[in-house]
């Protein structure tokens, strides 16, 4: 992800949440010669002048289709990041009757959950690659790269519990990888991974920090700054995979 002479053009897909905004933010800043289509469900305004806000639902396929139609309508897409993701939510929440949250046991699953989860997680951010990826840039190296998480790994699953998110961040990193295979074929210079943005302090992780060490705990500036590091050393051969914030690949 390397200074070039074109435009860059970036799509961010959550850009109202903690992560996304940071991203926002970062990007605009430190890059020039950039222009950044920021998505939300509710339109933040960035302070930038080469950052242009818009609406979008990413359990709408029409709306994901219409996002992508405006990020690339002048340039191909240099960098698509999506931040979306769904962990848990409060009954208190707007339209929300009941609670929703991580499962400690068999006895806690619902289909409800699952279909919550697997539409934010999986669904979204797979139409969104079906619209997105044909419109990365050919001429240079292009990145998709999309939210996952360190608890998607199966080889790596050693406490249990958690089986919806667990499952929908699993099921992303196959998206991530069988469409990497298909990009090969169609366009040689797109990279394509997963992120582990490590655990940030933020809404869908507040629940769960309790027993995160002060130091694991990162700011959402210091994670998008470490991801903003890996993206910049991918190479192809790393299409496909999950990486943490550091760096370190992520066994399936």
Partial sequence: MNE??????IAIFGASGAIGSAFVNQLANKKNNTKIF????????FQFENVASHSF?????????????????????DLVLITTGLLHQNSSEKNKQ???GPEKALSDLSSEKFKQLFEINTIGPALIAKYALPQMRKNNTSIFAALSARVSSISDNHLGGWYAYRSSKAALNMIIKTASIEMKRRNEKAILVGLHPGTVDSDLSKPFQRNTPKEKLFTP?????K???VL????????????AWDGQEIQF
């Avoid at 070039?4 to 053009?9: C, D, V």
């Avoid at 500036?221 to 700054?225: G, N, Q």
């Avoid at 910049?232 to 990486?243: A, I, M, R, V």
């Fill in 4 to 9: 070039r002479q074109h435009q860059q053009n």
């Fill in 227 to 229: 991801m903003l590091q």
């Fill in 98 to 100: 009941k609670s929703l």
């Fill in 57 to 77: 639902d990413i359990t709408d396929e029409q709306s994901i289709e219409t996002a992508i139609s405006i990020a690339s309508d002048v340039d191909p897409l």
């Fill in 232 to 243: 910049d050393k991918l190479n192809p051969e790393d299409t496909g995979k999950l990486f």
């Fill in 221 to 225: 500036d210091h994670s998008v700054t």
């Fill in 38 to 45: 920021a998505f939300s469900r509710s339109i933040k305004q």
